[in-house]
């Protein structure tokens, strides 16, 4: 195949940066072709796209060498017009992409701006509607859709273009498993239908390849470690070497000795000849029943804002001291609303009692001293330039004596790990770094319940593995951990027990492994199966016990004996 788009040679450096943050990259993509640029944070990937689609050099400055084209074209030399008819871009954040007051004006948008005449413009916004079926939501708000719908709706606010290149900047970041599902099957749909050059950023290498891509290009540190197809990157240990998270069966397979090598088609595990191999025979533990006191119990709990349906109504549960809860269910189902309403945050009604006492009458601030809430994004927390000062803010706002101050925030700094950066900015931590600032900005007011919100959304293996370990070592240090997820291998690795929610009402409380295993119940909560599921098919034997296998095998010790 002819090359369409090309990097030769390319090196570029950020004007605030010290060194080059991708450096000699070469590589083709061909018209046509659907290509997965992989790689940790901070590898590169970003920097990449950024040059396709225009925003570097026209508002990113550096200093590049080496040359982009496309279609034979220097595109450094092109405005960011100029490059938006080459390059249509879907973002991370659906909600940062939506201009119009509806989805209609929203689809319309950029031909407004190309000044097509009105009869054709209402021709392009209903067929296209159509096409990503939604016709019906043309009169709604963006901003009031699914995280599916708003996907769709950013597509096809881009699509609308007809431009040759579609390039999606991490799709999947906030959505939940089935609606990332409809979103890797909608990009492959679209791909075929209108045949563009399609390329995708991701961490989440297993919810890709849902649907099969081209090619995968490998970058870490700014330099290309492989370009190949899927198959050959999972018969190698490149994804582990590089921080990246491999598909759960792949990592199975490997502990079952299954030789990953010569495999074919490892990448499409419902074609994979597994004949052969078998699970090891082991004998299941019989869960037991915690006598743990409540820590919390939550009774017929009812939010609502205004006149409006109540979102959450007649909610009731009990958290253990010491557990860790996940709470999963789809986009918009009242997972977010619950822990804002068990901090105070939003107006709500029923009976809440922490350790025997009625707190539901509780001030936020004297919730804040029992629960403690840290939000997906970091930065949305942070409002001082210094860690020290980001830590003791609440202590100081109660008018803490700074001695107290002081020696409480040291003593959470060590606790997490940030001691020996206690008199840095800020601005000098990574982000998971960040994400243990706000953590220790939470734990200095001595709360036992901690609520984190997609506490590893967005992130590559490594910094998901950091955070999650972190977060297990408050736990074993008594703290109990309430975890809003769309992470089904966080569910499944990291929870003791999951709350299943579907429009603010409780369908299912029981243990990660049991939940992932009820077809009907995943499908209510738009939740999926994990690939351990169809493994055990192929396997045929109980899917229960490959999951159960694979939590055994990582946390060495767990449900066989």
């Not at 960011?80 to 689809?107: C, H, K, M, N, W």
């Not at 900047?169 to 749909?189: F, M, W, Y």
């Not at 009976?351 to 025997?356: N, T, V």
């Not at 330039?385 to 008018?399: H, N, P, Q, Y």
Request: net charge negative.
């Amino acid at each position: 195949m002819d090359k369409y788009i090309s990097f030769n040679q390319f090196t570029f450096q950020y004007d605030a940066q010290a060194e080059a943050t991708i450096k000699n990259i070469s590589f083709d993509i061909a018209k046509g072709e659907k290509v997965l640029i992989l790689g940790p944070s901070g590898s590169g990937k970003s920097t990449l796209a950024q040059c396709l689609n225009g925003i570097i050099p026209n508002i990113n400055k550096g200093q590049a060498q080496g040359q982009v084209t496309i279609g034979d074209q220097d595109i450094f030399n092109q405005s960011i017009y100029d490059r938006s008819q080459l390059v249509s871009t879907v973002l991370q954040d659906p909600d940062g992409q939506f201009i119009g007051l509806t989805v209609a004006e929203d689809l319309a948008f950029s031909l407004e701006n190309d000044c097509v005449n009105q009869g054709e413009m209402k021709d392009k916004v209903a067929l296209w509607a159509e096409r990503l079926n939604l016709s019906s939501l043309l009169g709604h708000r963006p901003q009031d859709l699914s995280g599916g719908q708003k996907q769709r709706v950013s597509l096809a606010g881009v699509l609308i273009d007809e431009s040759p290149i579609l390039l999606f900047d991490e799709p999947l970041a906030n959505l939940d498993p089935k609606s990332g599902q409809e979103t890797i099957a909608l990009i492959d749909k679209i791909h075929k239908e209108v045949g563009a050059t399609t390329i995708i950023i991701e961490h989440r290498l297993e919810d890709v390849l849902y649907r099969p891509v081209d090619r995968v290009l490998l970058v870490n540190d700014g330099k290309l470690l492989f370009n190949g197809s899927p198959d050959e990157l999972l018969s190698t240990t490149l994804l582990l070497d590089n921080g990246i998270r491999e598909p759960l069966y792949v990592t199975v397979l490997r502990q079952l000795g299954f030789n990953t090598k010569s495999a074919e088609q490892l990448s499409q595990l419902e074609t994979l000849d597994l004949s052969g191999l078998s699970l090891p025979d082991r004998t299941r533990k019989v869960p037991s029943e915690s006598q743990t006191t409540p820590i919390l119990e939550v009774g017929k709990l009812k939010v609502g804002y205004g006149d409006n349906l109540p979102i959450i109504e007649n909610m009731s549960f009990s958290l253990k001291k010491g557990e860790r809860l996940a709470i999963v269910g789809k986009n918009g189902a009242g997972k977010s609303t619950l822990a804002k309403a068990l901090c105070g945050f939003v107006p709500s009604h029923g009976r809440l009692i922490y350790k025997g006492q009625d707190i539901s009458q509780d001030s936020i601030a004297e919730r804040s001293e029992r629960i403690g809430f840290v939000l997906q994004n970091p930065n949305q927390m942070i409002s001082q330039a210094m860690i020290f000062d980001e830590v003791a803010l609440g202590l100081r706002l109660r008018g803490v004596d700074e001695s107290e101050v002081e020696e409480r925030v040291y003593e959470v700094l060590k606790t997490c790990g940030l001691y020996s950066f206690r008199k840095w900015p800020i601005s000098a931590l990574s982000f998971g770094q960040k994400k243990r600032v706000t953590i220790a900005s939470i734990l200095v007011l001595k709360p036992e319940i901690i609520i984190l919100d997609e506490p590893t959304a967005g992130q590559d293996y490594q910094t998901y593995t950091d955070i999650m370990t972190f977060l297990d070592s408050l736990q074993q240090q008594g703290h109990t951990i309430v975890m809003i997820t769309h992470d089904m291998q966080l569910m499944l690795e990291y929870s003791d027990r999951c709350l299943v929610v579907v429009d603010g009402a409780i369908i299912a409380d029981d243990n990660p492994v049991a939940i992932l295993n009820q077809h009907d119940l995943l499908k209510a909560a738009n939740l999926k199966q994990t690939s351990l599921y169809t493994l055990g098919q192929k396997l045929s034997c109980d899917p229960v016990d490959v999951t159960e296998y694979y939590i055994d095998k990582i946390n060495k010790g767990g449900p066989y004996v």
